[in-house]
């Protein structure tokens, strides 16, 4: 059995989740969709911004939401989890980004999410496993 | 807080400065009493010695006369061997301007030489002082009109006694008060410089001898001569009184203080004038010379901490927008690798199609950053050729197509060619820059719209975007190095732009920034046109 296959196999008996996925970065956004559709997981949303997430989760209900920290001029990530867990449309939030400050990564667990730091890909399809 | 402390700083300075001055001053003063004190007491010795010298000549005038009154007069009116003896004392000093008189126990004169007036035998002699001699102790009388002469005098009195050696009155010897007076004579070769007046004094305070001839014979007008005695110090003058206790007399010196310490004060008070302006010039020069300095070391501060900050924001900027190529790379590179089996072959292809994107952004972005160092060191190469632009927009566009294929990019090109001298490689550069910022700008329903068209002599190159268009602000600073589109997101080192500039105008041209008529912001790139080798240009 070769690596990609046992991959695969796995992938058929991972759960799949319903995904909404926000981040200003187009190509961000495209990658993590391609990846985690490979992955068995359903993307139900997209969004570029904090509030277009906001909407997409109050319409979409997904099981989980992965956005981005900074996204100008609007909400940023830890804003979006909040207003999202408060309305409890989403059950599990991952913070997914490059910026490393101890804080960011502090407010999140704060708020119950999941800080993913943007990187090899596999620690995000982790993350969506414990899930 | 730092303007504060260099303001302190300062003060401080100027504080230590003033206080040097301070201690210079103070040190100058505490000289100038000393040396104050030291001429009074040089002064008060040579008054004292005059006194002295007084007091020995008056002791020595008694002792002469004792000898002389030895033998007893009869001290009776008009008494011939009382006259004779007298004549014989006048005979001793024929040039003498006062003569001798006789009064008995009662004070009433009974003999004498020179009466300005025979009648005043028989009279009383007034003259104050004469009671005590009468009643036995010698003594010099106080200035007073003379009997013997029309001027003041003052007259040694000596006691007499009859044979029995019973007080019988009393021999009164008058000199006269006067600026001419033999004893007179000896104070007024005093030396008056500077207004000092050597003066003797009665025991009234009338003047009986001075170098200051005007006060011979009238009360001295000396609010300090009390009856102190040594320096005193007041009413703009210096007096200095010693006693001469044999006469009953004082002697008194007196001296504006300007002159008697002009010596001595005015060098001094120039010097403290001198010292004084020099520490206010040296305290002012200091304040101005050290808030120039500070202001300076502040500005320098800051601008080496907005350098810092620069370049820490640069290296962040740098660092965060490489990471994101990197990571799409390798992130579109492992997706293929770990699902390569259960991906459609599209899929594989749009995979390693990002995976390129990303791979070319990096290297976009590298060069970039590699590119604004040369421009500032003034080496950005060029190497220049003659090249038809429309290819090289051409391929600008067909690559920014590829690399963003769900943009709208509409290129439209004019249909002869257009011949310009130049790098093609670093024009591309341009092109690619102007295209990467209007698909940041622009969203994906909106088209970014390309033009290469010819304007006499020049070639035109336009690229506009749908986006939001530039603020005032954004096209005055938008060629400036680190400056940062505010589109969809803000992304890039915000030097693409800076060094497309330096391209264009290291080949001549210009590239200006403004916004459309029906929106979106538009670059517009002019090229002087070169004669191509087969045809002129204009043809």
Redesign the interface.
């Known amino acids: 059995m ?1 690596i ?2 046992a ?2 196999m796995l ?1 058929l008996t991972r759960k799949s989740l319903r995904v909404v996925v926000a981040d ?5 956004i ?2 993590v969709t ?2 985690l559709a ?2 068995g997981h359903n993307i139900v949303a997209t969004a ?1 911004t904090g509030e277009q997430a906001v909407v997409l989760c109050r319409q979409h209900r997904p099981d989980v939401l992965i956005v981005d920290f900074r ?3 609007g909400l940023n990530g830890l804003e979006t989890i909040r207003r999202v867990l408060a309305e409890k449309t989403v059950a599990t939030c991952i913070l997914y980004t ?1 910026y490393r400050a101890p804080h960011i990564a502090a407010d999140a667990r704060r708020l119950g999410a999941t800080y993913v730091r ?5 620690t995000l399809r982790a993350a969506l496993r414990t899930d | 807080m730092k303007r504060h402390k260099d303001l302190l700083a300062v003060v401080l300075a100027v504080a230590a400065v003033c206080g040097i001055g301070g201690l210079v001053v103070a040190t100058v003063l505490n000289a100038q009493n000393a040396g104050r004190h030291r001429l009074g007491q040089v002064q008060v010795a040579q008054v004292q010695e005059l006194a002295r010298s007084m007091d020995t000549r008056a002791q020595q005038a008694f002792d002469a006369f004792a000898g002389v009154l030895s033998t007893p007069y009869h001290v009776t009116a008009k008494d011939g061997q009382d006259a004779a003896r007298l004549q014989a004392l006048q005979a001793l000093n024929p040039k003498a301007t006062t003569g001798y008189v006789l009064v008995n126990k009662d004070g009433v004169v009974v003999n004498g030489t020179l009466l300005r007036d025979p009648a005043s035998i028989g009279q009383k002699l007034d003259r104050p002082g004469l009671a005590t001699v009468l009643a036995g102790k010698a003594a010099f009388l106080p200035v007073a009109p003379g009997i013997t002469t029309t001027l003041p005098t003052i007259a040694l009195a000596y006691p007499l006694k009859s044979a029995s050696g019973a007080l019988n009155g009393a021999f009164v010897y008058e000199s006269e008060v006067s600026p001419t007076s033999q004893f007179n004579a000896e104070v007024a070769t005093l030396a008056g410089s500077g207004h000092a007046k050597f003066s003797f004094v009665d025991g009234n305070g009338v003047v009986l001898a001075s170098n200051n001839s005007v006060a011979i014979g009238h009360k001295l007008s000396e609010p300090l001569l009390g009856t102190r005695t040594g320096l005193l110090r007041g009413n703009g003058e210096v007096v200095v009184v010693e006693a001469v206790p044999n006469a009953g007399w004082r002697a008194v010196f007196q001296q504006p203080v300007r002159n008697f310490e002009g010596s001595l004060t005015s060098p001094l008070h120039s010097a403290l004038i001198y010292v004084a302006l020099l520490t206010i010039i040296i305290a002012g020069l200091l304040a101005v010379v050290l808030l120039r300095r500070l202001a300076r070391s502040r500005e320098e501060q800051r601008r080496l901490a907005q350098l810092s900050a620069d370049r820490e924001e640069f290296i962040s900027i740098v660092s ?1 927008e490489l ?2 190529p990197v ?2 790379l ?3 590179l ?2 293929a ?7 459609e072959d599209s ?1 594989r292809r ?2 390693v199609a ?1 995976a390129y ?2 791979a070319s952004r990096l290297y976009s972005l590298s060069r970039d950053v590699l590119d604004s160092s040369s421009v500032e060191s003034g080496q950005l190469s060029y190497t220049k050729d003659l090249f038809d632009l429309r290819e090289v927009v051409l391929t600008a566009v067909t690559a920014a197509q590829d690399l963003h294929p ?1 943009n709208i990019v509409n290129y439209e090109s004019t249909e002869r060619p257009l011949w310009v001298t130049g790098d093609p490689e670093r024009l591309q550069q341009v092109v690619n820059n102007l295209l990467d910022n209007a698909l940041k700008s622009t969203p ?1 329903d909106g088209p970014v719209v390309v033009d290469l068209t010819a304007e006499d002599d020049t070639a035109v190159i336009t690229v506009r975007d749908s986006g939001p268009g530039l603020s005032g602000e954004d096209l005055d600073r938008a060629f400036d190095k680190f400056v940062r589109g ?1 589109g ?4 890039g080192t915000g030097l693409g732009l800076y060094i497309s500039r330096r391209i264009v105008e290291a080949h001549n041209g210009t590239i200006t920034a403004g916004n459309a008529p029906s929106g979106g912001a538009v670059f517009r790139v002019e090229l002087g046109m070169t004669s191509s080798p087969a045809e002129p240009v204009g043809a």
């Open positions: 070769t990609s296959s991959t695969d992938a200003n970065d187009a190509s961000v495209e990658l391609t990846d490979l992955e570029l996204m100008p001029p490059n943007k990187g090899p890909l596999r | 965060h990471r994101t990571s799409g390798m992130g579109f492992q997706t690798l770990d699902h390569w089996d259960g991906m899929e749009r995979a990002r994107a990303n769900d994906p505010r969809r997101r803000t992304v």
